[in-house]
């Protein structure tokens, strides 16, 4: 029997021939890790996905879940009011209590602020000149906006961007962990919660016009968000704020190296081309490639049965490679419409700082391209950050 597995590090620089593999011969397979379910898909993804009825994102809800590390992100959450973990009814309440923060209105202004963050962080670089984009761009213009929209203050945005890695690492799977790992991300969850204590305490005091602020003061029907799930909501994100941005980021700029055609096709028309560009790249090379979604009964999947318990892994980013749902899924195509890519999920757990996040790649490419029209590689080796759930960059050299 053919053994899959997309977690082996040695697939980290290009998994999609794996992903592309399963979907082929084996779309929806059991594997050997934990007894979960790999499903590859887009209509089998997107079918899970929208049935909150029949699956399930408490990860309390694994046969066996009392196995979970206690670090790991199941065991950190298993007792707590996490949006992106849990199910109606307290799923429904967290995000309309948060959705607040996150309105149309709210997000679009923050733009001018982020297209001169993406100006300003590139502003040293001229003609010639080599550029890491992932230090110079990818990674400090997301935290600095979440940090901005949460009230940090600007002495401890690097503070808060040394957080966000560690804590990222709680959502790989834990075959992929050491114990080093464990504690990086255990000591920065308790330095970011102190933290945060302080400061929601402050904000109580004396609201200010953030997003931190916004969520203390969001209120349906005489509910308010406890200081506990603030503070573990929070926690989220800065996961989801700043590392599937910086990925974002990263990953696009560098299918644009390896496309000169089509970053010829950007530079020449930034303005038209960033909206359907951004969900592009999200696409082609998503910067989330995993989530999962537990059964509450016996489910049928592609003939497949999936028993009560047993924890299906939706592979986003191989639906997202699916020839089914996309023509020529392998092929960079920055016109693209309709474009049903997975990469901010789907259904009720559709990723609620979408916006925020094509925002900002839609101000940050345009910006990198204005400085380096002719947009190309230098480091010949990729690198890539060691999490097989959040795909990114360890650097990226460019030129051009």
């Known amino acids: 029997m053919t053994v899959y597995n997309p977690f082996n590090p040695a697939n980290t620089k290009d998994p999609y021939p794996v992903y592309k593999q399963m979907r082929e011969e084996a779309p929806v397979w059991a594997g050997p890790l934990f007894g979960e379910v790999f499903v590859s898909r887009h209509a089998d ?105 949460l009230g940090v203050p600007v002495s401890d945005h690097e503070k808060f961007a040394s957080w966000s890695t560690p804590l990222a690492r709680m959502i790989d799977p834990d075959t992929n962990m050491v114990e080093s790992d464990y504690n990086a991300a255990m000591l920065a969850a308790m330095e970011f919660v102190g933290y945060f204590n302080g400061l929601i305490e402050e904000r109580r005091g004396s609201p200010r016009d953030d997003v931190l602020s916004a969520l203390i003061a969001a209120e349906e029907e005489g509910d308010r968000l406890t200081h506990d799930e603030l503070l573990i909501n929070l926690i989220l994100l800065l996961i989801a704020g700043h ?35 951004v969900d592009e790249f999200l696409r082609y090379d998503s910067p989330v490639q995993f989530t999962a979604r537990t059964a509450k009964v016996d ?88 999490n097989m759930t959040l795909r990114g960059l360890a650097e990226l050299q460019v030129t051009g």
């Open 243 to 277: 590392e599937t941005t910086s990925n974002l980021i990263g990953n696009g700029a560098l299918a644009l190296c390896e496309d000169p055609v089509a970053r010829d096709q950007f530079v020449a028309d930034p303005d038209g081309l960033a909206r359907t560009a």
């Open 45 to 149: 993804c997107v079918a899970i996905l929208r049935d909150a009825e029949r699956f399930s994102s408490d990860p309390s809800n694994l046969i066996r879940a009392e196995e979970l590390s206690p670090q790991s992100i199941g065991g950190v959450f298993l007792s707590g009011k996490v949006m992106l973990f849990s199910d109606p009814p307290d799923h429904s309440r967290l995000r309309r209590l948060a959705q607040h923060a996150f309105s149309p209105s709210a997000i679009e202004g923050w733009r001018p602020r982020v297209r001169a963050l993406a100006t300003d962080l590139l502003a040293e670089y001229g003609p010639g000149d080599e550029c890491e984009v992932m230090d110079a761009l990818a990674r400090p213009l997301p935290v600095v906006v979440i940090a901005e929209l």
């Open 299 to 386: 489910v049928d999947v592609h003939g497949v049965t999936l028993e009560k318990g047993r924890q299906a892994l939706v592979m986003l980013a191989g639906a997202n490679r699916d020839p089914a749902a996309f023509e020529n899924p392998d092929q960079l195509n920055l016109t693209r419409t309709p474009n049903n890519h997975l990469a901010f999920s789907n259904g009720i757990h559709f990723c609620l700082g979408a916006m925020l996040a094509r925002m900002e790649g839609q101000e940050a490419f345009p910006a990198l391209l204005k400085k380096f029209p002719n947009l190309a590689r230098v480091n010949d080796e990729l690198v890539y950050r060691p």
